[in-house]
């Protein structure tokens, strides 16, 4: 059984779109998608610099785009599951069936517009704790004012919260953390700091006629599967403000029988958690079109 998953903010990198673009028909697809959201996909996925890139509003329409066409060069597919990191759920909604291209791409621009102008009110961020138990992680984090935003499972917490706040974490990392990463993101996601982009998102998403999932969506909010697309669109609007339970998700493709994790463009983080998460589920990452044939026989070996 394979799963696919789609990764979150902070796994670009400059130019990580260049050689994707240069596959049939690509290029024309992203210069449609800029045009419906006015945003220059092709531009930010070749040219831009780490810090053009690491911009919210830039980095998630970015995303999404780069999953969806990762996701389409693999031609039909048909996983067993699906689920995203973050605003990799809105890709992992597309191919669920829940949302159509235009639909995400417009979703995700507003989402990306919201959560940038939320985190402007504050300056924020989020950093990832590398080794540590979780039961006594997160009351250390909440001793400081920080949220775990991100339980990630294998190891690894994010919190999020102020640079206060972040800079008093790394003078007092939890017991058994071994390193506190500053992650390449320009807010605090997935806490109350971003209550505004709910309200926004909200309103955005009575404009979508979402439809049931065609396979089995699994949510970042408990790890549960969920059937009706009008529960992917509300929980896809809460999960903005709330934390990701990525461990929980593991949790539940290890219940669902996954024997493959294949993670599409650009992929690697998701996969380094299952690795050390999931033993003995074959994992790849579509990194580079390079990637794409050993995809495709992973897909055929696995693929309901």
């Known amino acids: 059984m394979l799963v696919l998953v789609a990764p979150g903010q902070g796994s670009q990198t400059p130019g ?36 053009e890139i690491r911009d919210t509003a830039v980095a998630q329409p970015l995303l999404v785009a780069a999953g969806l066409l990762s996701a389409s060069a693999l031609g039909d597919i048909d996983p067993g599951a699906v689920a995203g990191h973050s605003v990799g759920e809105i890709t992992a909604a597309v ?58 499972g294998a190891g690894q917490i994010v919190a999020a919260g102020t640079k206060e706040q972040l800079d008093a974490l790394q003078a007092d990392k939890p017991e ?22 709910v309200d926004t998102l909200a309103e955005a998403a ?29 929980r896809l609007v809460g999960q903005v403000a709330n934390p990701v339970r990525w461990d929980l998700c593991m949790e539940t493709f290890e219940e669902l029988g ?3 994790l294949l993670e599409l463009c650009p992929g690697g983080t998701l996969t380094g958690l299952a690795k050390r998460a999931l033993p003995g589920v074959t994992t790849l990452a579509l990194k580079t079109p390079a990637d794409l044939e050993a995809a495709r026989e992973l897909v055929a070996e696995h693929a309901a």
């Open 95 to 152: 191919l669920a069936g829940v949302l159509d291209d235009a639909a995400a791409l417009s979703l995700v621009r507003k989402r990306g517009l919201a959560m940038a102008d939320a985190a402007a009110i504050t300056e924020t961020g989020m950093a990832a704790l590398l080794g540590g138990d979780p039961e006594v992680t997160v009351p250390h984090l909440e001793k400081l004012g920080l949220t775990p935003a991100n339980v990630n």
């Open 16 to 51: 990580f779109l260049t050689e994707w673009l240069e596959l049939p028909g690509a290029a024309d697809r992203v210069a449609a998608w800029s045009d419906a959201i006015g945003l220059d996909l092709a531009h930010y996925g070749t040219k831009a610099d780490a810090d």
């Open 206 to 234: 009575k404009a979508l006629a979402p439809a049931d999932p065609k396979v089995a969506y699994v949510s970042n909010k408990d790890g549960r599967t969920v059937a009706s697309g009008a529960e992917v669109l509300e």
């Open 258 to 260: 996954v024997t493959a």
């Open 176 to 197: 058994g953390v071994r390193r506190v990463v500053p992650l390449k993101v320009a807010g605090a996601f997935h806490t109350q700091h971003m209550g505004p982009a």
